[in-house]
């Protein structure tokens, strides 16, 4: 009976996306049009669910800082490491709804792994900032531009870390034989 195969293949995922209240999930390529349809999705779905204006500027504007860092970053792409407009880099972005009403928004994508001890030291001083530090740093770097070697303003992680409500968490998988995985956690 093949529609008791799919149930039982993909059943335990869609029960385990609705137990987790995951409100959106994504895996696979992104692009600066499928990150646009993404963000008007998230937008509409958070405002029918009538979550407080402050928390829907927050978590989607942590969300485009995330899926731009995929689009910028991801090892795993289908354009030419040297194409700067028109990217389309793999990985994976969810929101899920806390019990708290509050919102969990996680990350994965393949990095290069020379990337992964600036990124980590990066991150780790981000955790040990405080807010203050944070919008201080946001602010520094409005005015003295992009770090070398972004391909974007470099406000990114600082945006995602001042809008967060506690220190952002995050991981590499340097274990699964590709490229490093980065795991990106923040409480919104």
């Given at each position: 009976m093949p529609s008791l195969m799919i149930a039982d293949k993909y059943g335990p995922f869609f029960d385990s996306a609705r137990q987790y209240q995951v409100i959106f999930?994504?895996?696979?390529?992104?692009?600066?049009?499928?990150?646009?349809?993404?963000?008007?999705?998230?937008?509409?779905?958070?405002?029918?669910?009538?979550?407080?204006?402050?928390?829907?500027?927050?978590?989607?504007s942590s969300f485009v800082e995330i899926a731009q860092n995929i689009i910028h970053y991801s090892a795993d792409s289908l354009t030419p490491p040297s194409q700067d407009n028109g990217e389309l880099r793999h990985g994976s972005v969810c929101i899920r709804r806390e019990t708290d009403g509050s919102f969990m928004l996680l990350c994965a994508n393949p990095i290069d792994?020379?990337?992964?001890?600036?990124?980590?030291?990066?991150?780790?001083?981000?955790?040990?900032?405080?807010l203050e530090e944070i919008k201080q740093a946001y602010r520094q770097t409005l005015r003295?531009?992009?770090?070398?070697?972004?391909?974007?303003?470099?406000?990114?992680?600082?945006?995602?870390?001042?809008?967060?409500?506690?220190?952002?968490?995050f991981d590499f998988d340097t274990e699964s034989g590709g490229s490093p995985v980065l795991y990106l956690k923040a409480a919104i």
């Amino acid at each position: 009976m093949p529609s008791l195969m799919i149930a039982d293949k993909y059943g335990p995922f869609f029960d385990s996306a609705r137990q987790y209240q995951v409100i959106f999930y994504y895996v696979g390529y992104f692009s600066q049009h499928i990150v646009a349809a993404m963000a008007d999705a998230v937008k509409l779905q958070l405002e029918v669910a009538d979550v407080a204006a402050p928390t829907r500027r927050k978590l989607f504007s942590s969300f485009v800082e995330i899926a731009q860092n995929i689009i910028h970053y991801s090892a795993d792409s289908l354009t030419p490491p040297s194409q700067d407009n028109g990217e389309l880099r793999h990985g994976s972005v969810c929101i899920r709804r806390e019990t708290d009403g509050s919102f969990m928004l996680l990350c994965a994508n393949p990095i290069d792994s020379l990337m992964v001890e600036n990124l980590r030291m990066k991150l780790s001083a981000l955790r040990n900032m405080t807010l203050e530090e944070i919008k201080q740093a946001y602010r520094q770097t409005l005015r003295g531009g992009p770090p070398e070697g972004s391909k974007g303003a470099g406000l990114g992680f600082l945006t995602v870390a001042r809008d967060a409500k506690e220190p952002l968490e995050f991981d590499f998988d340097t274990e699964s034989g590709g490229s490093p995985v980065l795991y990106l956690k923040a409480a919104i």
